[in-house]
Nanobody, 125 residues
Framework: VQLQASGGGLVQAGGSLRLSCTASGPTSNSAKMAWFRQVPGKEREFVAAITSGGTADHADSVKGRFTISRDNRKNTAYLQMDNLRPEDTAVYFC????????????????????WGQGTPVTVSS
């Protein structure tokens, strides 16, 4: 499975961006898709995850501002980011993996076998 992420950029605080992540290869390997983010010098952190059935989960830090969705026909996941804050500045990574019934597990990096290249998001104050 290869993941191609896009949509990052520079935006002012309060603005919006939409990230996209398209998976190629067997769809069973992208049954769950997720976004993580990382700031230099810090651990990569969970942002949001979604199953093939559309069950979504968001980190508390982004709830109410970010929304993960997916289009299974296109094997693409999206991350709509609204009301962005300077602390959202990071490199965002998409990830994909096989089916996983545990919402707790879907928040863990080790649950994902496939990773895309990072796309940087910079929010200016």
């Amino acid at each position: 499975v290869q993941l191609q992420a896009s949509g990052g950029g520079l935006v002012q605080a309060g603005g919006s961006l939409r990230l996209s992540c398209t998976a190629s290869g067997p769809t069973s390997n992208s049954a769950k898709m997720a976004w993580f983010r990382q700031v230099p010098g810090k651990e990569r952190e969970f942002v949001a995850a979604i199953t093939s059935g559309g069950t979504a989960d968001h980190a508390d830090s982004v709830k109410g501002r970010f929304t993960i969705s997916r289009d299974n026909r296109k094997n693409t996941a999206y991350l709509q980011m609204d009301n962005l804050r300077p602390e959202d500045t990071a490199v965002y990574f998409c990830a994909a993996g096989s089916p996983d019934p545990s919402s707790r597990s879907r928040r863990l990096q080790r649950a994902y076998a496939y990773w895309g290249q990072g796309t940087p998001v910079t929010v200016s104050s």
